[in-house]
C-alpha cells in the first residue's frame, strides 16, 4: 500500500490526496468500477436489473443471519445467504410458471422482512444503516486486497465465459445447440454476481449498489454498436462517475457511494444524448 | 465435413455418405401432460424433412426435446459412415432472437461468440474478422458484417444464423420456422441455400413450419405432426392428399 500511497502523494497533489482514507478510497473505486461495469453489461442484456437488486437486498437477511448466529463480521453471512439466492431463483426460474419478477419479488419481500425483523428486535435497527448507504472511505487495505482477488477472478471468468454468456443472452437454446451448459453458465454467473455484491456492499450500501452496476452498461449501450465498445465505454463511464463522485462527495461532504451514482445518472444522461445524435448523424450517411 | 477452421469447407464438402438420423418412439410429457407420443422419424442425409401440423400439435417440442431442453423417452441417434452416435452434431436456426432489438451485439460478436473462444468484448481482430467474414460469405452475409444484430431483416438473421449453424458440422441441421418474418425474396434465397447445403454436405434437415406452401419445392418429404405422426408423405403426395380433401 505504501507504494500507492506514494504514487498518489506524487501524481495527484490535491487536498483531498493527503489523506490515508481517500487514497485507499480511490485505490477502492479504481478496482470495483470495472468489475461493476463488466458485470453490468451482462445484467444489463439480460434484464437482470430486478435480480441484482434483489441480491443487494439479500444483504439484510445475511447480516440477520450473522447476528443470530454471533458472527462478528457478517460478510461470509452476506456471501453464503446470497449464493444461496441466486441457485434457487436459477433453480425456481426452471420450476414455476409464475414470470421471474414474481419469483424475484417472493425472495425479496422474504429477505428484507426477515433482515429488517431480526435487526430490529429492542430497536436495534440503527446501528445497521451503515449497510443501507455504505461508507467506501472506510475501506481497509484487508478489505482492498479482497476487492483485487475479485477482480482478477472476474477478469479470468470474463475472458473463459464471456462468450457463452453473450450467446445465452441472444438465444439460449442456439447455445445450448453449441453444446454450452447454459444452467451451469447461468448459476455461476449469478453466484459472481452475488459475491462481488455482498463483498462491495459495505461499501456502496444496499439501497444504491444496484445502480452502480446497471447505469454504467445502461449509459454505454445508448451508443455503442459492438460488444467491444459496450464492454469499454461502461469501464469508462463507471470509473469516471466513480472517481468524480469520491472527489465531489469529499468537497461536498456526501455519501461517497449516491454521490458516484449522481455522477453516473449524468453519464446515462449524456449518453442518451449523444445517442441521439449518432443515430441521426447515421441516418443522414446512411 | 465442414471444418471451423476452415470455412471455404462450407463449400467444399465431403462427399455423400451412407448416413442418416433416427429418432425412435420419442414421447415427450411435460405437467401431466402428453405432449408428444411415440415419435419415430428417419431422416437419410440429404433429405429435408418438413414437419407441420396446427398450432400445439408438438412441433416446438420436438425440436426442444431434439436440442436436448426437455426431457423425453425414446431415442435419437444418428448413423455416420457404419458408425451409431447417440447424439448426433446439430446445428439450430431459431425462429427468433430473444433480446432487445437495440442490443449492442454486432453480426460479428455473434458468429464470434458462437465459433471461437477469444473473447469478443476484447475486440475482433482483423484475422478473426476476415474469418467471419469468409464464413458468412458462404450465406450472402458477408457485408452485414459490421451491422447490429437487431437491425437485420427477417431473411438477413435466417442467412446469419444459418452460417453459424453451419459452422457446428453438423450432421442434423434444425430450422425453426424460417418463414416468420421474412419476405417472399428473403425466404426463397434462403430455402436455396439450404438446398444447396443438403446437395454439397449430405447433412440431414428438420425444418418445422406453417408455411407449407412456401416449402414444397424443397423439402423431400413432409410429416403432419398432431402429438403423434399422422401422415408422412412426398410433396407430391401430400398436395394431392390436400386437394383430395
Not at chain 1, 465505454?233 to 455519501?255: E, N, P, R
Not at chain 2, 403423434?228 to 380433401?245: A, C, H, M, N, Q
Request: net charge positive; aromatic share 8%.
Amino acid at each position: 500500500m505504501s507504494e500507492w500511497y506514494k504514487l498518489v502523494d506524487m501524481v495527484l497533489p490535491f487536498d483531498w490526496g493527503q489523506y490515508v482514507f481517500m487514497k485507499n478510497a480511490l485505490l477502492a473505486v479504481l478496482v470495483i468500477a470495472p468489475v461493476y461495469a463488466v458485470l453490468g453489461t451482462m445484467v444489463v442484456s439480460n434484464r437482470m436489473a430486478f435480480f441484482t437488486d434483489v441480491l443487494g437486498h439479500s444483504a439484510l437477511a445475511g447480516i440477520a443471519i450473522g447476528v443470530v448466529c454471533g458472527i462478528q463480521d457478517p460478510v461470509g453471512p452476506m456471501i453464503t445467504m446470497a449464493v444461496i439466492l441466486a441457485v434457487l431463483v436459477n433453480v425456481f426460474k426452471g420450476l414455476t410458471r409464475a414470470s421471474t419478477d414474481t419469483v424475484l419479488g417472493v425472495f425479496m419481500a422474504f429477505m428484507v422482512a426477515l433482515g429488517i425483523t431480526i435487526l430490529s428486535r429492542q430497536g436495534g435497527f440503527v446501528k445497521y444503516t451503515k449497510y443501507l448507504i455504505g461508507d467506501i472511505l472506510a475501506v481497509s487495505p484487508n478489505e482492498i486486497t479482497w476487492l483485487v482477488v475479485m477482480f482478477f477472478v472476474v477478469l479470468i471468468y470474463w475472458c473463459v465465459a464471456g462468450n457463452a454468456l453473450l450467446l445465452t443472452s441472444v438465444n439460449s437454446s442456439l447455445a445450448r445447440s453449441r453444446r454450452i451448459k447454459v444452467f451451469l453458465l447461468e448459476t455461476s454467473f449469478t453466484i459472481l454476481l452475488a459475491i462481488v455484491v455482498m463483498l462491495s456492499i459495505r461499501l456502496v450500501g444496499v439501497l444504491i449498489i444496484n445502480s452502480l452496476l446497471v447505469l454504467p452498461a445502461a449509459a454505454s449501450r445508448n451508443f455503442a454498436r459492438n460488444t467491444r465498445a459496450y464492454t469499454l465505454w461502461a469501464v469508462v463511464f463507471s470509473l469516471m462517475s466513480g472517481v468524480a463522485g469520491l472527489i465531489a462527495s469529499y468537497y461536498w461532504g456526501t455519501a461517497t457511494g449516491a454521490t458516484i451514482v449522481l455522477f453516473s445518472v449524468g453519464c446515462y444522461v449524456f449518453s442518451v444524448a449523444a445517442g441521439r445524435l449518432l443515430s441521426g448523424a447515421l441516418k443522414t450517411s446512411g | 465435413m465442414l471444418s471451423q477452421n476452415n470455412p471455404s469447407s462450407v463449400v467444399a464438402g465431403d462427399s455423400c455418405r451412407h448416413c442418416c438420423i433416427r429418432i425412435q418412439d420419442l414421447t415427450v410429457c411435460l405437467g401431466g401432460n402428453t405432449i408428444l407420443n411415440g415419435v419415430n422419424l428417419h431422416v437419410h442425409c440429404g433429405d429435408v424433412l418438413a414437419i407441420v401440423g396446427p398450432n400445439g400439435a408438438g412441433k416446438t417440442t420436438l425440436l426442444r426435446a431434439i436440442l436436448g431442453e426437455v426431457p423425453y423417452r425414446g431415442s435419437l441417434s444418428s448413423l455416420i459412415g457404419g458408425v451409431e452416435r447417440r447424439r448426433p452434431r446439430i446445428g439450430y436456426v431459431p425462429q427468433k432472437l430473444h433480446f432487445d432489438p437495440d442490443s449492442p451485439v454486432s453480426v460479428a460478436d455473434l458468429v464470434m461468440a458462437a465459433t471461437s473462444r477469444r473473447p469478443v468484448w476484447w475486440g475482433i481482430g482483423n484475422q478473426a474478422l476476415a474469418r467471419v467474414k469468409a464464413i458468412l460469405k458462404v450465406f450472402a452475409a458477408d457485408n452485414l458484417v459490421a451491422r447490429r444484430v437487431g437491425e437485420l431483416s427477417g431473411g438477413e438473421l435466417q442467412r446469419v444464423l444459418l452460417a453459424i449453424a453451419m459452422t457446428a458440422e453438423p450432421e442434423l441441421l434444425l430450422l425453426d420456422e424460417p418463414s416468420s418474418g421474412v419476405d417472399v425474396k428473403g425466404l426463397e434465397l434462403f430455402y436455396q441455400l439450404v438446398r444447396d447445403l443438403k446437395k454439397q454436405h449430405d447433412i440431414s434437415v428438420i425444418l418445422v413450419t406453417h408455411d407449407v406452401a412456401g416449402i414444397l419445392a424443397y423439402v423431400d418429404r413432409i410429416v403432419l405432426l398432431d402429438h403423434s405422426i399422422i401422415t408422412e408423405s412426398s410433396p407430391k403426395e401430400f398436395l394431392s392428399d390436400v386437394r383430395g380433401s
